[in-house]
């Protein structure tokens, strides 16, 4: 180091001591001497060694808080902004922004600043990492580890004067004053380092050139398959030969008597709309109206018809509207879409009250329910039977309204009219 400001040989001195008690009463001294840039090692805390020195307390938890509030500041603005302001998106009517829900975001960020904070500030204010030290080329250091305390004053402080620091150290009872000899052997890492770390990095983009490749990949198997289990095994396909059956067909026939899930059907007018005939061939009776059951098999009392209500208005009121008109909200989308050319090929859902449904058997409402019809997707799987009853029992009762006439008014009621 030829920029040394004393133009010293060697980069501070060492004192060594034989007990903590001596390290600490010299300790004391060179603070008094006003140094500042200087250190003490020991193989042991040795409490007081802060005070001795003049140490001040850290000002790391200033700047944890520092990090600490940013972290909240950044949660606050980030979720008010995005909910607010960038996307502001009304849910149940709740408001945009509330202190509650952002509350665990807030904390997680909080948390994090500080915590990371902590880490690096620690680090930085100790000035860390440091894989090497001059002092190391001292050999008697080394028992820094072991049984000896040593106190070493930097040649870079404002103060230092190698005779004065000299004869401050001999006057503190240091069994041994020596100067920490220059060196420039540690400055660049060697050679094998270097390559090992380019040989890293280099293999670190293979693994990323995988992932880039399997993007483009429009093969159906997986790109990785590390577990096999059961994947490749000898099976047979349905209709294919296998020796070791007597009729050598791989697909043996069901046992007599066994049902397929989702075709124990207990009663066909119950959970089908069909009439129960046991006669009757299955694939014709689906879906022709002749066969279809005229009335619902369940009660039309009080409670089934506002069930029925109830669910009209949550399964299919979007659709065919409140009153069954066809105007439920999608339609109503999807008329404004039409008008600005969006919406191809939509089929508005049917007016259910005209004479022609209402003139269809209560079995074939169920199963347009049940089943879908052309355009209009099934509800079968999310509606239950009974539900599916009480919304047929519920477009009877949409119908007769909106086919009313005079005569269904009591007599007393008319003159209001
Ligand atoms: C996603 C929108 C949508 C929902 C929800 C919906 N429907 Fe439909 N519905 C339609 C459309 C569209 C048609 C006309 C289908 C066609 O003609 O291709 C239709 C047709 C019908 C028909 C006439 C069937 C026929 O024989 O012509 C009935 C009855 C019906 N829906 C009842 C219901 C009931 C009851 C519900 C509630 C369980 C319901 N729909 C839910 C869109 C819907």
Excluded at 151 to 180: M, R, W, Y
Excluded at 189 to 204: C, G, H, K, N, R
Excluded at 353 to 368: N, R, Y
Aim: charged share 20%; glycine share 8%; with cysteine.
């Amino acid at each position: 180091m030829d920029n040394n400001q004393n133009d010293l040989p060697h980069l501070g001195l060492l004192a060594e001591y034989e007990t903590p008690e001596a390290l600490m009463a010299a300790a004391e001294k060179v603070r008094d001497g006003g140094y500042k840039r200087w250190d003490t090692h020991t193989p042991f805390p040795v409490h007081g060694i802060d005070e001795a020195m003049g140490i001040k307390n850290t000002i790391l938890p200033w700047i944890v808080l520092g990090a600490g509030a940013a972290g909240t500041v950044t949660a606050l603005v980030l979720q008010y902004w995005t909910n607010a302001v960038a996307y502001p998106f009304l849910i149940s009517g709740k408001p945009l922004f509330s202190w509650v829900p952002a509350f665990p975001v807030t904390f997680e960020l909080t948390v994090l600043f500080a915590g990371v904070t902590t880490l690096f500030a620690m680090l930085g204010l100790n000035r860390l990492p440091r894989l090497h030290n001059p002092l190391f080329n001292v050999k008697r250091f080394a028992r820094a580890t072991q049984d000896r305390f040593f106190l070493a004053i930097d040649s870079q402080d404002p103060l230092f004067n190698d005779s004065s620091a000299k004869a401050l150290l001999a006057g503190t009872g240091a069994s041994a004053v020596e100067e920490v000899p220059d060196d420039n052997s540690a400055t660049t890492p060697p050679m094998w380092m270097l390559q090992a770390f380019v040989a890293f990095a280099f293999l670190t983009f293979i693994p990323i050139g995988i992932i880039v490749g399997s993007w483009k990949s429009t093969s159906d198997k997986p790109a990785w398959h590390f577990v096999w289990d059961m994947d490749f095994q000898e099976s047979y396909r349905t209709g294919e030969q296998v020796p070791l059956f007597e009729n050598g067909m791989a697909m043996r026939a069901p046992v007599e008597g066994t049902i397929a899930t989702g075709e124990l059907f207990a009663s066909s007018s119950y959970f089908r709309g069909v009439l129960d005939d046991e006669t009757l061939d299955k694939a014709q009776a689906d879906r022709s109206a002749s066969e279809y059951v005229e009335f619902a098999p369940i009660a039309a009392t009080r409670p089934t018809l506002e069930r029925g209500q109830e669910r009209f208005a949550i399964y299919c009121a979007p659709c065919h509207g409140d009153s069954g008109y066809g105007d439920g909200i999608v339609a109503e989308r999807a008329t404004s879409l039409i008008a600005t050319g969006g919406a191809n090929g939509w089929v508005p859902p049917t007016n259910v009250t005209t004479p022609v449904i209402a003139s269809q058997p209560d079995g074939q409402l169920f199963d347009s329910i049940t089943n879908g019809i052309r355009n209009m997707p099934g509800y079968g799987k999310q509606i239950s039977v009974d539900d599916r009853w009480a919304i047929v029992l519920y477009l009877r009762a949409l119908q007769r309204g909106a086919n009313a006439t005079i005569d269904d008014v009591p007599q007393s009621e008319r003159g209001g009219l």
